[in-house]
């Protein structure tokens, strides 16, 4: 027979204190923390931050981690659209599912504020969070870390949080410095917003760091998303510039994508006239032509590691792998280089 023992009443911060500094009653605070039922603003916004400086976790949160139920990882993402986002998740799940554990995810997207009470809920239903990098702000990890273990994925290292990457910076001076010492380009540009996310950041480090190492001046980067849609408006505003450039160092294949079909239907030839490379080697970057030269980040290995990582730190496991990991330049027509030999797929058993 198995006898569980029952879980203590937490110590900390309950929902009558909440209700308390808060000013309300402990049906508004549940009312607030579920997100059911009509709550004003201002009270909602009364209830948050009593939770916040409390550093309140719904009890039902705190009885699942005193009976240690690992059952479920939490994972924070802005999209799933594009095949970054898609490929980190399913690293993730399938990586969850070897543990026999369930994934929670919640979307939350860029340049929006952070509803704090959904994010509240995540961290109260899952045993440990992995946030994509950029995504949330510092206090809010921060509290989150008090509460569960937090891994940041993809993104600078920041005090206070363990991180798990794909390397950028070398990689991005490497793929740069070839097209200057290999191909001549002398007047190349970063196109991607180093502010958007930490890797994007990174990455035009180690393309500065290549031109500055080389004695060649470092341009503004040419700030815009991470879609093929980005690519293409960037494109047609170096079009009407005279394109004062003879390289562009995109910072993922879906903008390269994107800029290298609207340069070339304007009759610009890559790599004639033009070097492009991207960042992430997704699978169109292999049957485009030119073949894209870009840089192969593990995405969905990535994935995977978060799980791993989140699963040992909620059972107190050692890690048992890197927390970085390598990335690969690959050259292809787009910068010059000729192409690579197709390596035929495998046949379906």
């Known amino acids: 027979m198995v ?7 937490p110590s900390g911060p309950t929902i009558y204190s909440v209700a308390e500094a808060a000013g309300v009653s402990i049906a508004t605070v549940s009312r607030v923390v579920q997100g059911t039922g009509a709550v004003s603003a201002r009270t909602r916004a009364k209830v948050l931050e009593a939770i916040d400086r409390l550093d309140y ?51 939350v997207e860029r340049g929006r504020d952070l509803d704090a009470a959904r994010f509240a809920r995540l961290v109260a239903a899952v045993d440990g969070v992995a946030v994509l990098g950029g995504l949330l702000p510092e206090p809010v990890l921060r509290r989150a870390t008090r509460q569960r273990p937090l891994l940041v994925v993809a993104g600078g290292g920041t005090d206070g949080f363990e991180h798990l990457a794909a390397e950028n910076t070398t990689s991005s001076a490497a793929l740069t410095a070839h097209l200057i010492d290999d191909h001549g380009r002398t007047r190349p540009v970063y196109l991607g917003d180093p502010g958007i996310a930490p890797d994007v950041r990174q990455r035009f480090d180690g393309f500065a760091g290549a031109l500055t190492e080389r004695g060649l001046a470092v341009p503004e980067p040419l700030g815009t998303g991470l879609r093929e849609e980005d690519g293409a408006a960037v494109a047609e505003r170096l079009l009407e510039d005279g394109i004062p450039a003879d390289a562009v160092v995109c910072a993922n294949d879906e903008v390269a994508l994107g800029f290298i079909d609207r340069m070339t239907t304007a009759g610009v030839r890559v790599p004639g006239d033009l070097a492009v490379t991207g960042w992430d080697d997704i699978m169109a970057a292999r049957y485009v032509r030119p073949g894209l030269s870009t840089v192969r980040q593990p995405v969905r290995e990535l994935g995977a590691l978060a799980a791993r990582r989140l699963h040992e730190r909620v059972t107190g496991a050692d890690p048992h792998e890197p927390g970085v990991l390598a990335t690969r330049v690959v050259l292809r027509g787009s910068c010059g280089c000729p192409e690579p030999a197709r390596t035929p797929a495998a046949p379906t058993p």
């Open 3 to 9: 006898v569980r023992t029952p879980a203590r009443e």
């Open 57 to 107: 976790t719904p009890l039902a949160a705190a009885r699942s981690l005193a009976v240690r139920q690992h059952e479920a990882l939490g994972l924070v993402l802005p999209e799933l659209e594009g095949p970054y986002f898609s490929e980190l998740l399913m690293g993730f799940e399938e990586a969850a599912a070897e543990l026999d554990l369930s994934v929670v995810l919640t979307l």
